[in-house]
């Protein structure tokens, strides 16, 4: 199995930063692309960024230059560094990694168990 763990949420006023972090463990192989997800309250979880094993990124429009994510391939780590956070950031912040378990000849996604972050005006 492969476990996923965040941490790093919390509550910032506007303007701050938070780092999240989140760790694979278990029968890993190779690790392709890992994202960062969020869902506020009322609202379907939307796309925040994602990093292929390669470091090519991709972000939504609404935290591009705010936002930086990267990867420690040894690790097997993904982390979202979050600059000027805005209200419209509180949310729930999971983490997604889409892994090749060892003996096995496909990818499979896994998702960690979420990590809020609260953004006050």
């Known amino acids: 199995q492969v476990q996923l763990v965040e941490s790093g949420g919390g509550s910032v006023q506007a303007g701050g930063s938070l780092r999240l972090s989140c760790a694979a463990s278990?029968?890993?192989?190779?690790?392709?692309?890992m994202g960062w997800y969020r869902q506020a309250p009322g609202k379907p979880r939307e796309l925040v960024a994602t990093?292929?094993?390669?470091?090519?990124?991709n972000y939504a429009d609404s935290v591009k230059g705010r936002f930086t994510i990267s990867r420690d391939n040894a690790k097997n780590t993904v982390y979202l560094q979050m600059n000027s956070l805005k209200p419209e950031d509180t949310a729930v912040y999971y983490c997604q990694m889409r892994v090749l378990r060892m003996l096995r000849t496909s990818f499979d996604d896994y998702w960690g168990q979420g990590t809020q972050v609260t953004v006050s005006s």
């Open positions: 990093i292929v094993r390669g470091g090519t990124t």
């Open positions: 278990g029968s890993i192989a190779i690790i392709n692309a």
